[in-house]
């Protein structure tokens, strides 16, 4: 993507969140219109900017007061994003793990600590390098659970997951042992029978009959990983696994396989 729009990488990083990763959506409204785009992702092209925006007659030797601790630093002392907002290197960091704490969704979408403005991955490397790791990790989580083509093995404690973008009925072989269907996240059901008939005959068959129309009544399926969640929001089971990587689409003769980083 970076190639074809002609955009840094970590620009890119930090506008797919916006549009649910899907890059094909992306490309398409900066090339229709990359001004709305932008202000769409809360991300303004520093690349033109040669660095952060100084204050007009400033100089990196200039003093400042820090918008977060009010103290006075110098300009080379600290950092700001395209918006000019400008705070020395420890409140950055302290932004930052603030915003680690608050989970995945947090991190993919970093922004400014006064605006919306977009932080770049840049900024965990320089003010809190001893995390950057764990932040990737959350980036990675955030596109896992957002993603609707890539999904979790059901398997109890597997945490392994798969990515096929036709999100339609497709066995699932993951190394742990577990053979699932990708479209309704159900043990694999065969190729003959659809994913509704197999539900309808797992709650027909099943021991817990009256609990399937209790769920039936009081919830509905989660969209991503068809889980039984609340009508007013919240998953009624655990969160999802920690982060595991993408699988590549195999022939079409063989079924997909899970598999870690």
């Known amino acids: 993507m970076a190639e074809l729009t002609l955009l840094p990488a970590e620009e890119c990083a930090v506008m797919l969140p916006t549009f649910a990763y899907d890059d094909e959506a992306l490309v398409q409204a900066f090339f229709d219109d990359e001004?709305?785009?932008?202000?769409?992702?809360?991300?303004?092209?520093?690349?033109?900017?040669?660095g952060p925006p100084l204050p007009d007659g400033e100089t990196l030797d200039s003093d400042f007061t820090c918008e977060m601790c009010w103290g006075d630093?110098?300009?080379?002392?600290?950092?700001?994003?395209?918006?000019?907002?400008?705070?020395?290197?420890?409140?950055?960091?302290?932004?930052?793990?603030?915003?680690?704490?608050?989970?995945?969704?947090a991190v993919a979408q970093a922004h400014c600590f006064t605006c919306e403005e977009r932080v770049r991955p840049r900024l965990w490397?320089?003010?809190?390098?001893?995390?950057?790791?764990?932040?990737?990790?959350?980036?990675?989580?955030?596109?896992?659970?957002?993603?609707?083509?890539?999904?979790y093995c059901p398997a109890r404690g597997c945490g392994l997951a798969v990515t096929y973008p036709k999100q339609t009925k497709r066995e699932i072989a993951c190394p742990c042992g577990h053979r699932w269907c990708f479209a309704c996240s159900r043990e694999w059901h065969g190729s003959g029978l659809s994913c509704t008939a197999a539900k309808a005959w797992e709650e027909k068959t099943s021991p817990d009959a009256a609990n399937y129309k209790w769920l039936k009544a009081f919830s509905r399926p989660c969209p991503k990983c068809k889980k039984p969640i609340?009508?007013?929001?919240?998953?009624d089971t655990a969160s999802h696994s920690p982060p595991a990587s993408r699988c590549p689409p195999p022939l079409p003769a063989r079924p997909l396989a899970c598999r870690r980083p």
């Not at 001004?35 to 040669?50: G, I, N, Q, V």
């Not at 110098?74 to 704490?101: F, N, T, V």
């Not at 490397?125 to 989580?141: V, Y």
């Open 35 to 50: 001004a709305r785009c932008r202000a769409k992702c809360h991300c303004t092209a520093e690349a033109e900017l040669r």
């Open 125 to 151: 490397q320089l003010h809190l390098p001893e995390e950057a790791g764990r932040a990737s990790e959350w980036r990675l989580k955030d596109f896992l659970d957002t993603n609707m083509a890539t999904k």
């Open 230 to 235: 609340q009508k007013n929001g919240g998953e």
């Open 73 to 105: 630093f110098r300009y080379r002392d600290a950092d700001a994003l395209a918006c000019g907002h400008w705070a020395c290197s420890d409140c950055w960091a302290g932004h930052l793990r603030e915003l680690l704490e608050a989970g995945p969704r």
